[in-house]
C-alpha cells in the first residue's frame, strides 16, 4: 500500500499567519492517465470530514482562497495562508491513485 | 442539492452480520462511481470500498476483503455494503461518499457500527 506521510502532526499556528503542511507518498502519484490524485480534506471538531483540494491543486466549491495545494510527484503541501479561527481541526492527505487508497496521519490545526 | 443518507448502523455483537445503505438524492446516482469509508473512533480515515457507477466493478480494503460486498441498485439510487463477520476493529462511523477523485464529490453524515459483546 501507499504510505503517505504528513508533517508536523501538530501544528500551533497564530491568527493571521500562515500555515504549511506537508504530505509525502511512498511513491509517485501520477496516474496512467496523466493526473496526480492527491487530495486534502479537514476535519473540524465533531464534524465529518470535507475535502478541500482534489487533484493536487484544485480547490473545492465554496473553499476559502486562503487554501491552496502545491505539489507534484511524491511532495505535496497544503497551504493557508492567514489562519482563522474556523481552520481549528485535522488535516488529511490522500491520494487516490492506486487501489487502496490511502490517507496521511492527519495534521492537528489549533490555535497559538 | 445532493445529498447521501446512511442507514443501518448499530451494535452488532462479534461475527454478526450488519447492512448498511445510502440513499442518494440530487445528482445522477447511476453515472457516479461511489464509495464507503469509515473512521474508527479517535482514529483516522479508512478508504474500505469502491463500486464503479454501473456496479461492474469493485474494490475492497485487504481488511474487509472476503467479508465485506459493496453493491448498488441504481434504479433506487441506493448504495449498500453488506458488512458480515463483523470485529471489534471494524467499529467505526461507515461514511458513503461519490466521486471521490473528481471535482464533484459529496460526502454523507456517516453511520455508526459499533461491534462488541
Known amino acids: 500500500d501507499v504510505v503517505m506521510t504528513q508533517s508536523p502532526l501538530s501544528l500551533p499556528v497564530t491568527l493571521g499567519q500562515p500555515a504549511s503542511i506537508s504530505c509525502r507518498s511512498s511513491q509517485s502519484l501520477v496516474y496512467s492517465d496523466g493526473n496526480t490524485y492527491l487530495n486534502w480534506f479537514q476535519q473540524r471538531p465533531g464534524q465529518s470530514p470535507r475535502r478541500l483540494i482534489y487533484k493536487v491543486s484544485n480547490r473545492d466549491s465554496g473553499v476559502p482562497e486562503r487554501f491552496s495545494g502545491s505539489g507534484s510527484g511524491t511532495d505535496f503541501t497544503l497551504k493557508i495562508s492567514r489562519v482563522e479561527a474556523e481552520d481549528v481541526g485535522v488535516y488529511y492527505c490522500?491520494?487516490?491513485?492506486?487501489?487502496?487508497?490511502?490517507f496521511g496521519q492527519g495534521t492537528k490545526l489549533e490555535i497559538k | 442539492e445532493v445529498q447521501l443518507l446512511e442507514s443501518g448502523g448499530g451494535l452488532v455483537q462479534p461475527g454478526g452480520s450488519l447492512r448498511l445503505s445510502c440513499a442518494a438524492s440530487g445528482f445522477t446516482f447511476s453515472s457516479s462511481a461511489m464509495s464507503w469509508g469509515r473512521q474508527a473512533p479517535g482514529k483516522g480515515l479508512e478508504w474500505v470500498s469502491v463500486i464503479t457507477a454501473s456496479g461492474a466493478n469493485t474494490f475492497y480494503a485487504d481488511s474487509v476483503k472476503g467479508r465485506f460486498t459493496i453493491s448498488r441498485d441504481n434504479s433506487k439510487n441506493t448504495l449498500f455494503v453488506q458488512m458480515n463477520s463483523l470485529r471489534a476493529d471494524d467499529t467505526a462511523v461507515y461514511y458513503c461518499?461519490?466521486?471521490?477523485?473528481?471535482?464533484?464529490?459529496?460526502w454523507g453524515q456517516g453511520t455508526l457500527v459499533t461491534v462488541s459483546s
Open positions: 490522500m491520494q487516490g491513485t492506486h487501489w487502496p487508497w490511502t
Open positions: 461518499a461519490k466521486e471521490v477523485l473528481a471535482a464533484d464529490m459529496e
